[in-house]
């Protein structure tokens, strides 16, 4: 991904971009690991079935973000050399096995903007 330009670990730099920053404060970060298919079932004594459905759309939508992701990165394959058969095979196996059950994790960066205080001249 380097040699194309692009960084990979960019992503990573968000907190430590806005804890150096002299206008944020209270920076922070957070992360959460979410199901990239519709494996997992939530069976918790007293669970509210609209969460569990709301938890299930979440998953079936990560997956087909998940598959237009592993679709696209096929180009990149292919500029590297790899057969097209080959790519096209091992992308349609990965899109359809959930054997493996994968988690995405998402990494929320936040910080509170400071607000300078300014005299204002009353124009009376």
């Known amino acids: 991904m380097r040699q194309r330009g692009g960084d990979v670990h960019a992503r990573l730099l968000g907190y430590e971009d806005m804890a150096s920053c002299p206008l944020l404060t209270d920076a922070g970060e957070h992360v959460r690991m979410i199901p990239s298919g519709p494996w997992q079932r939530t069976i918790v004594p007293g669970a509210i079935p609209e969460e569990d459905l709301r938890k299930q759309i979440m998953m079936i939508l990560m997956l087909q973000t998940h598959n237009e992701l592993t679709q696209s990165m096929s180009t990149t394959s292919l500029h590297q050399g ?43």
């Not at 080959?86 to 990494?107: A, G, I, M």
Request: net charge positive.
């Open 82 to 124: 790899y057969p097209p058969a080959l790519v096209q095979q091992r992308t349609e196996k990965k899109l359809n096995d959930l054997s493996v059950h994968l988690f995405v994790k998402w990494l929320h960066s936040y910080a509170t903007r400071i607000i300078a205080i300014r005299k204002i001249k009353d124009f009376k």
